[in-house]
């Protein structure tokens, strides 16, 4: 497994404003992934974050919107631009070794934009 | 689809078995996971079942899988009051090499004393 922290735990926002959340794992790990989850609601995958080029996107999520940063193997951001009440949510990164390994997800940041 | 479907809602009593159903859509995936929510926390991994077994068990926990229905199930051994959480069920999606997951929409467990 591995140990995982996210900055920060929640915070409160205005509309049009932007909040930029770190993730920090203590291992080098290939795959970084940030998701989404609206209240009362299921896991939505955002990107998946890559290491030295743009990260992926899932369709529905574009990079206007959630910039995300990779610069090494241990660290990833996810901005939430402009943002409005539909993004309050909690935001969870993940890690996996491999694609093909297990995923362990950090402690999520909870937002909520007012 | 992609749609991974749980039922919403599970109530049982201290010192019951808990059983969460789960069906999944991908008969190409090759991983399947139960993770486990308590409030206002993140997930936690539980457990995972490769697709080429049909059943796993670990402690208190045993997952049993049929490939031919897609169906997942998670069974909890003597329920505790500390089990009380969401569970969600999630399929790694078999075709490419992106290791993204599936979520179901998650199982509320409530252990009643």
């Known amino acids: 497994s591995a140990v995982i922290s996210q900055k920060p735990s929640r915070d409160i926002c205005q509309r049009g404003t932007s909040l930029t959340i770190q993730c920090q794992v203590d291992s080098q790990v290939t795959m970084m992934f940030w998701y989404r989850q609206q209240p009362g609601q299921s896991l939505t995958l955002i990107a998946t974050a890559n290491q030295g080029s743009e990260a992926t996107y899932e369709s529905g999520f574009v990079i206007d919107k959630f910039p995300i940063s990779r610069p090494n193997l241990t660290f990833s951001t996810l901005t939430v631009s402009n943002m409005s009440p539909e993004d309050s949510s909690i935001y969870l990164c993940s890690v996996a070794r491999s694609p093909q390994e297990t995923q362990y997800f950090g402690p999520g940041t909870r937002l909520l934009v007012l | 689809g992609e749609d991974v479907e749980q039922s919403l809602f599970l109530s049982v009593r201290e010192g019951d078995s808990s059983v969460i159903n789960c069906t999944y859509t991908d008969s190409s995936s090759t991983y399947l996971y139960w993770y486990k929510q308590e409030p206002g926390a993140g997930l936690q991994l539980l457990t995972y079942?490769?697709?080429?077994?049909d059943m796993k068990q670990d402690q208190r926990l045993t997952v049993l899988l049929n490939k031919k229905d897609k169906h997942l199930s998670l069974r909890i051994a003597d329920t505790q009051t500390g089990d009380s959480a969401i569970y969600f069920c999630?399929?790694?999606?078999?075709?490419?090499?992106?290791?993204?997951?599936?979520f179901g929409q998650g199982t509320t467990l409530q252990v009643k004393p």
């Open positions: 079942i490769f697709s080429n077994m």
């Open positions: 999630a399929e790694r999606k078999g075709s490419g090499n992106t290791g993204k997951l599936i």
